[in-house]
C-alpha cells in the first residue's frame, strides 16, 4: 500500500497548481447563512473561569496512552512501596533499595505530568471554554440545547459501532421551524446497551466503548460512500483500516489521509472536487479539524484539547462556517452521486462493501492492554527483586 501512495503520489503534484482553473477563488473566512448569529453571550466568560489548553498538534496517541500507563505502574509502586515496604524493610540493604524504588517510582510520575505540561505549553494556547455560556447563546439565537447525555437516533454510527448505544452531550441544534441550516453539534460516546430498569449511577456509570469527542454534523442530501479524512497524527488512535488509504494529491494528503473502502477510489475522486479539498483544506485542515462521511451525514471533528470536550469561542465560529461553506460544497457535489454497483441508480443506495470501511484494533488499545497489567507486575517485581537480592 504505501508503495502504491508513493507511486501515485510521485505523478500528482499540488492540486491547486494542477487544477488552478477548475479551483474556485475561496471567499473570506465570514459567516453568511449563519451572519446575524449573536455570539455575544459567549464573548464574556466569568472571571472564574480557567483556561485549557487549545492545542494545534497532539501528542502521538501511542506515546500519550504509554506515558499514562507508565505513570500508573510508577505510582502503583510508589504506593505499594509505601505500606507496603516499610513492614518488609528490616534489612537496611532492602530498606534502601524499596527507598531507591520508590523516589524513581515519584520521579517517573513528575516526569509524565511534566512531559504532558511541556507538550502543551509547546504545541498548545490557553483559550477559556464557553460551554457554561452555551444555554444563553442557544436562547438568543433560536436554536435547541440540551447539556445532559441523551440517547441519539438521528445520527449513523460509526464504524464497528453499530451495534451500541449512542448518546450525545452538549447538543446544539437548531430549533424546528427555524431558519438556520440544519446541523448538530455536540460531544458523543457509545456504550453497550444496559437495560432500561438499570440507570447508571456515579458508582456504576455506562459502560462507555469509546468517547467520539466534540463534533459537528451537517445532512448531507443522499446517501454516500464511507469516506474519511483523519488528521495528521490521529492515525495511530483510529480504528479505521489505514490500508484503505487512497493519495489525493501532495498538498491534500499533507492535511489528511484520506480512506475509503476499497474498489470506491473513483467515487472518492467523484465527490471530492478540487473546490471540496480547497474547502477541506482551507477551512477544516488548517484548523486542525478532521472529517468524515457516514451514511447521509457529514461529521466534523473538533481540533484537540488538553480537556477533552471543551468548547471554544473560536472553535465554535469555525464549526459554522463549515456548516454553511464547507459541508455545502460536498452537498453540491454529492446531488450528482450514484453507487454504480447498486442495480437501479434512481435509488438513495450505497452497495453493503461501500458502507463503512472495514475497522483494526487501534494501537492505542494494545497499548493500554499493557497498562492494568504493569500496575501489578511493576510493584510485585520490585518487593520480588528485593527478597532474591536481599534475604533476611
Request: hydrophobic fraction near 45%.
Amino acid at each position: 500500500m504505501g508503495e502504491r501512495r508513493r507511486r501515485r503520489a510521485a505523478t500528482v503534484t499540488s492540486y491547486r497548481s494542477r487544477y488552478s482553473g477548475a479551483v474556485t477563488e475561496r471567499a473570506p473566512d465570514e459567516l453568511r447563512a449563519f451572519a446575524s448569529l449573536d455570539f455575544g453571550p459567549l464573548e464574556h466568560p466569568p472571571s472564574w473561569a480557567r483556561g485549557v489548553w487549545r492545542l494545534t498538534r497532539r501528542m502521538p496517541p501511542w506515546l500519550e496512552v504509554a506515558l499514562v500507563a507508565l505513570a500508573m505502574a510508577a505510582g502503583a509502586t510508589a504506593v505499594i512501596l509505601l505500606f507496603v515496604g516499610i513492614p518488609l524493610g528490616g534489612v537496611p540493604a532492602r530498606a534502601a533499595f524499596f527507598a531507591v524504588c520508590f523516589a524513581v517510582s515519584i520521579a517517573v510520575v513528575v516526569g509524565v505530568i511534566a512531559a504532558f505540561r511541556v507538550w502543551n505549553r509547546r504545541h498548545g494556547r490557553r483559550l477559556v471554554p464557553v460551554g457554561p455560556e452555551l444555554p444563553g447563546f442557544a436562547t438568543a439565537n433560536g436554536f435547541e440545547f440540551r447539556a445532559a447525555s441523551v440517547v441519539e437516533r438521528e445520527l449513523p454510527a460509526p464504524a464497528g459501532l453499530e451495534g451500541e448505544v449512542q448518546r450525545v452531550a452538549q447538543r446544539l441544534a437548531p430549533a424546528e421551524g427555524s431558519p438556520w441550516p440544519r446541523f448538530v453539534l455536540g460531544s458523543r460516546l457509545f456504550h453497550t446497551p444496559v437495560p432500561e430498569d438499570v440507570p447508571p449511577t456515579a458508582e456504576r456509570p455506562y459502560p462507555v466503548r469509546r468517547d467520539e469527542g466534540l463534533f459537528v454534523a451537517v445532512p448531507l442530501p443522499r446517501l454516500l460512500p464511507h469516506i474519511a479524512l483523519v488528521r495528521r497524527g490521529e492515525a495511530s488512535d483510529s480504528n479505521l483500516d489505514l490500508t484503505a488509504a487512497y493519495s489525493m494529491g501532495l498538498e491534500f494528503d499533507r492535511a489528511f489521509t484520506l480512506l475509503c473502502p476499497p474498489g470506491y477510489e473513483r467515487d472518492a475522486l467523484y465527490l471530492f472536487t478540487p473546490d471540496v479539498m480547497a474547502a477541506m483544506i482551507d477551512d477544516a485542515g488548517a484548523a486542525q479539524w478532521g472529517a468524515e462521511v457516514i451514511d447521509d451525514w457529514l461529521f466534523f471533528r473538533f481540533p484537540y484539547s488538553s480537556q477533552p470536550n471543551a468548547v471554544f469561542l473560536e472553535d465554535l465560529r469555525r464549526a459554522f462556517l463549515l456548516v454553511e461553506r464547507t459541508a455545502a460544497e460536498l452537498a453540491k457535489q454529492a446531488r450528482g452521486y450514484r453507487d454504480e454497483r447498486v442495480g437501479d441508480r434512481t435509488l438513495d443506495r450505497v452497495s453493503d462493501a461501500g458502507r463503512r470501511l472495514r475497522t483494526r484494533v487501534r494501537r492505542t488499545t494494545l497499548v493500554a492492554a499493557f497498562g492494568l497489567p504493569a500496575m501489578v507486575i511493576a510493584p510485585t517485581a520490585v518487593v520480588v527483586a528485593a527478597a532474591v537480592l536481599f534475604p533476611r
